[in-house]
């Protein structure tokens, strides 16, 4: 990363190591300023940043390096693929010293130059970030805003924008008025230079909802193309009124996927459609239309291997968790862009997408909770997602199977265990139910 | 477009089309320069680009707005989705005076610069391309390049570069070396953009084969996940001698899908290997494994339609055409950022990216010719692709079935005759047969 503090360098590493978790690359972020916390204390006035205070400058270098020797570490015994070096790196000097020091252990370096001048986002990420940081635990915050701002201007007086078009990078100038992209080639950094320009930073909601009950959950099987079911038709007669009132005035376009439970789900909905064949459930090939019960006794080891490795285990004939990521990666990159979405799909889809969302790893995805006849809202935040579950009163089957052998309750992962109560049930208290 | 002559403006605008024609987005390239040679008649000298010239300089304004005119009808009439505006378009007035003219319609407008001042890639450029246009017919190469070297100059006196940072551009500076991107938002925009980041003009071969006739095959099955026959075996032994013989030194990443009978095909192949899912035989949902008079007889309605319609038709729980363009674009979009590659896939995906490369209609895509044991070989040239069949003296069952009712024979597609013989055959001549 290179540009001035305050200018989203976290906020944007922190978006490309979900991106890229998510798509099963294993992505790490390296923040120097974290180290220097560690190494020099925290609660340093903005004088620690003066290039003049040599001392705090030696004791700032020390940390740049330790975090670099931490990343190689990281590339050596973790084999980690991406590591993303989270600093202010403002100058052609400090800039040839990482350059020469990767490119000396083969490592591919692509610099993310994020420059702005708009004095108001530059306010804005101080007033959502900064003061949070434990740098200023216990300031007020127009003395904490001050000093940020001084600091910020000993950085000024050296910093030097990215010219060296001997290297790669990108340069993204006023979060997303321009972008400039010198000499990029590979794969990966083609792959993360496009997820940059699909970002923004408006604010949006998105809302998640499993089609309606369908005759095939009443049955028990899965796959199949079935209508709703009667109650499935009440949840879609529910649906626009619930999400008027949380919508307010704002625009919002809905998407389905191209089978017949999600669009009825949505026939009701007054806004602009658009059916994705990508959000389709994920397929299960030669068990398509069959009970899970079915499917124990006719391919009884298929099934304990799902259960073994769920996000990696590939129906015969069909897909696997880690297929339906890829199956689903353009959809996410138009939530990006986009700002209102209503997304009706499949308990599969929606657990990939959520788990993007909501940093959930691997592992967890499969399991992840999207009940029928619910909807979910998150609203993207700095560093993470709001989440908001919305419970319409109506009943439905419930399709979820838990992992055989169960997870014990005191290894729930830290997400499971702030969705999911004692009783198994998601916590009664994030359910603003709607009466009807 | 905006560029000096000889910047490859033709070139990316009919990639452009290609492309997004590919993806079922209706696209037109309106070329100025056609218009001028038709108002203004061939064989015009350089000092007719001189913009002291003012007879001239009324008649390629004339030309110009013609073109524009075209292009306004086209939008309107035939319900056009993007247009290319293919001139030099070099002067802030000039750019000024379209922006005017398209906003005035609601035409958005992306500007596309190709600047490059690399003196070989101009006169490659002016060798490849130019010499042969009607302007020079009949003319010394050496005498007509002089004549264009001097026509450049004449638009390089008052050429200048795009800075309108109020316009939405892409600037593509010294072919992938350097992109400027500004104000680009729009989801159609994006993707143009995304799609120029990935192109490049090395030069490779692309080679198409599909997996060695399979047990399916022999039982007239479609869909399935079998394994290759004894003479699907045999196909397998011979590749890697055909695949060495054309290839030389050069070298080569071999992708099939995950199915195991294109895995199968190229397990004596040393090169390194993906496999991709999204290469995968269209899916034929509730029809799987059975024979196309199976479904005739099951489903005769589907049967019909398919016929009618076989690029939008949709297998129950399957795929169509038309999704498998869509599921293939990942694959397109890697395929032009690589250079030699042998795709082993199947029958349908492989016509969907023969297709792209040599610019089927939609209409047309699902009838081409992909034999069993043979080996399509593509080169990319500046306007289209050269094409070379190797049959490899095998038998296999023929899985080819004809539109019904057949096309008459006097009513194929350019392309159809092209490549088929009266017999209904490849024409032989196309065939360099790889004795074994």
New interface residues.
């Given amino acids: 990363m290179v540009g001035l503090p305050a200018r989203g360098k976290t906020y944007i590493s922190t978006k490309i190591r979900r991106y890229l978790t998510w798509l099963g690359i294993k992505t790490q972020v390296f923040n120097v300023g974290v180290y220097r916390q560690r190494l020099s204390g925290l609660n340093k006035p903005h004088t620690f940043f003066d290039a003049n205070n040599s001392d705090a400058m030696h004791q700032r270098k020390e940390a740049a390096e330790a975090a670099l020797n931490d990343m190689f570490q990281w590339f050596e015994k973790d084999k980690g693929s991406v590591a993303i070096y989270d600093a202010t790196n403002g100058t052609r000097e400090r800039r040839a010293w990482l350059h020469k020091e990767l490119s000396a252990r083969d490592i591919k370096v692509l610099f993310i130059e994020s420059l702005c001048d708009d004095e108001n986002v530059i306010l804005a990420n101080i007033r959502d970030v900064k003061l949070s940081s434990p740098d200023y635990e216990g300031m007020n915050p127009d003395d904490a805003t001050k000093d940020f701002m001084e600091r910020i201007e000993h950085y000024k007086e050296f910093y030097e924008t990215l010219t060296e078009?001997e290297y790669t990078y990108i340069k993204l100038v006023d979060v997303?008025?321009?972008?400039?992209?010198?000499?990029?080639?590979g794969?990966l950094e083609?792959k993360i230079?496009?997820y940059l320009?699909?970002l923004?930073v408006r604010p949006k909601r998105i809302w998640f909802s499993r089609h309606g009950e369908s005759q095939f959950n009443l049955e028990d099987k899965i796959?199949?193309?079935a209508d709703i079911s009667p109650r499935g038709e009440m949840y879609a007669d529910a649906l626009p009124g619930l999400i008027e009132k949380h919508l307010g005035d704002r625009p919002l376009t809905v998407w389905t996927s191209?089978m017949k439970r999600t669009i009825q789900t949505a026939r009701h909905l007054q806004y602009p459609k658009k059916h994705w064949?990508?959000l389709d459930e994920l397929?299960t090939g030669v068990c398509?239309g069959m009970t899970y019960k079915e499917i124990e006794e006719k391919y009884p080891e298929d099934f304990a291997r799902r259960d073994e490795d769920k996000f990696n285990y590939r129906y015969?004939?069909g897909?696997s968790y880690r297929?339906l990521v890829?199956?689903l990666?353009?959809v996410i990159m138009?939530l990006e862009?986009h700002e209102n979405i209503l997304i009706i799909a499949h308990q599969a889809t929606i657990r990939c997408m959520y788990a993007y969302f909501m940093n959930l790893e691997h592992d967890e995805l499969p399991y992840a909770r999207i009940p029928l006849h619910t909807v979910i809202e998150l609203v993207p935040r700095a560093y993470g997602c709001e989440e908001k579950l919305y419970k319409v009163d109506i009943e439905a089957v419930d399709t979820y199977r838990p992992k055989v052998p169960p997870r014990p309750t005191n290894q729930l992962t830290e997400h499971e265990a702030s969705r999911i109560g004692a009783s198994g049930e998601i916590a009664d208290n994030s359910i603003p139910v709607l009466p009807l």
Same sequence: chains 1, 2.
């Fill in positions: 078009d997303g008025k321009q972008y400039i992209i010198n000499k990029v080639h794969y083609s230079v496009y320009m699909n923004h796959g199949g193309d191209s064949k990508a397929n398509d015969r004939g897909e297929d890829l199956r990666e353009p138009e862009r």
